[in-house]
């Protein structure tokens, strides 16, 4: 599904130009977040519950969901339940994480209970769960946003044990559901068509939870190792409100924090949470509206961090490897300049941009893979055009094509190199020809002239 769009034309005899209405949805997380409220939200959204269904059959993992509606605090909402090996989710006094190294997991949790723990003689590493996910009959992008997910949720529980990603494995019964759950909202939130996901500041609750290594207080810490960057408060419930499965979502989802935007509101919808707290509407809100093109005018502002380090006695071939590391572990950009340092000597300046919470990370890349002794750092503000992507199919395959627009109106468009790359490589035609055709098929979908 694309974003509507209409035709205006200008006060000279010009052809019309294409404006495209920005679909926003909104997330309020006054009562946090969780997997499975992410799901009823977008249920009550309008996204069709067989849009689940589908999905978690074509998983083959032994699980289906109970959809029903319930009252939160006088709020009707959508409850989903996740359903494995006959057995749902139901309140606990304590709580297992959802990952550990090398060990059966940590049985998945949504927002205010806890799932029950099984003892199984194995758990599903990352690699599996990948498989698992590309075999499934969903769309690309989708795949790709779910991998995206679990992988934020392994790189969380990989620093918190300072084991590699790769040894993380998960509960078997907990993976399912955890499985289930992001799959489904990677699935959902490509059905709900929006060109950008915005989160309000998340309510984590309070109090404390029994992790397997002992007591800790909310958030847990895969919870909050997911939420840095982001903003958090607590009203002071005593519960746990944000799941390590929901902070991972608007982690990987979400473009951006902020208050109520300026939207025409379309619709809105509730999930709801296992617990009904006295006084207390337990529950996700998520609010769908088109911000019209003069509200769309104005570029969003957003903070990064700026890594820089002068290399002079660096082997070339490395430099190339250390870009593609940077560029993995989530480096915005990384680009070199030649300088001129002392001595003389000719040198690399190089230079990465990054999100203010992955600075650190790229930073020990840097010192990891290169001979530099320093990498400076600091904030900057930079403003970005909206951007989406939207998928076109070539007789090569599916590619990408990411749009910018300003003031609502397309100012450019190019299809994703990665993309065309991968099928020139492996249908073996010049990757000019994927390029061009998947421009032509953009500019017909699209009605651009």
């Not at 998960?170 to 709900?192: K, P, Q, S, Y």
């Not at 290399?311 to 993995?328: H, S, W």
């Amino acid at each position: 599904m694309t974003p509507p769009e209409r035709t205006w034309r200008t006060t000279h005899d010009e052809r019309p130009t294409t404006v495209l209405h920005m679909r926003i949805a909104y997330l309020d997380c006054f009562s946090g977040i969780s997997g499975d409220m992410f799901l009823g939200a977008l249920i009550d959204a309008g996204v069709s519950p067989k849009v689940f269904e589908q999905t978690v059959e074509a998983l083959t993992v032994g699980a289906h969901l109970e959809i029903s509606r319930v009252n939160r605090s006088g709020i009707s909402a959508t409850k989903v339940d996740v359903v494995v090996n006959g057995e749902k989710d139901s309140p606990r006094a304590t709580r297992k994480e959802l990952a550990a190294p090398q060990q059966h997991s940590h049985a998945h949790q949504d927002s205010e209970s806890h799932r029950h723990h099984h003892e199984h003689q194995h758990g599903r590493g990352l690699t599996e769960i990948r498989e698992i996910i590309s075999k499934g009959a969903i769309s690309e992008s989708a795949k790709r946003s779910a991998i995206a997910i679990f992988e934020k949720l392994g790189q969380a529980e990989s620093r918190i044990h300072n084991v590699p990603i790769e040894k993380i494995h998960f509960h078997e019964v907990g993976a399912v559901d955890a499985l289930v759950d992001i799959v489904c909202a990677a699935v959902g939130t490509e059905a709900l068509a929006a060109d950008e996901v915005i989160c309000s500041p998340l309510n984590v609750g309070g109090g404390t939870v029994e992790c397997a290594h002992g007591t800790f207080p909310v958030p847990a810490p895969a919870t909050i190792e997911l939420l840095k960057g982001a903003p958090v408060y607590s009203s002071g419930i005593q519960a746990e409100l944000v799941t390590p499965t929901g902070a991972a979502i608007v982690a990987t989802l979400v473009k951006r924090f902020s208050s109520f935007p300026e939207i025409k509101i379309e619709k809105t919808g509730y999930g709801a949470g296992t617990r009904d707290f006295p006084g207390h509407a337990n529950v996700l809100r998520i609010t769908i509206g088109e911000a019209l093109p003069q509200l769309a005018a104005k570029t969003s502002q957003e903070t990064i961090s700026i890594l820089e380090a002068n290399l002079d006695d660096l082997n070339p071939q490395v430099f190339g490897y250390v870009m593609d590391r940077l560029l993995e572990a989530g480096a915005l950009d990384v680009f070199g300049m030649p300088v001129q340092m002392k001595k003389n000597r000719p040198g690399t300046l190089l230079t990465v941009l990054a999100k203010p919470e992955d600075a650190d990370q790229l930073a020990q890349i840097v010192f990891s893979e290169t001979t530099t002794l320093g990498v400076r750092r600091r904030e900057e503000k930079r403003q970005v055009l909206a951007r989406r992507w939207q998928n076109v199919s070539t007789r090569f395959g599916d590619v990408r094509v990411k749009i910018a627009s300003m003031n609502g109106t397309v100012t450019s468009y190019a299809p994703e190199y990665e993309d065309c790359r991968r099928i020139a490589v492996e249908r073996r035609v010049p990757l000019k020809a994927v390029m061009q055709e998947a421009l032509q098929q953009y500019l017909q979908s699209s009605k651009v002239k």
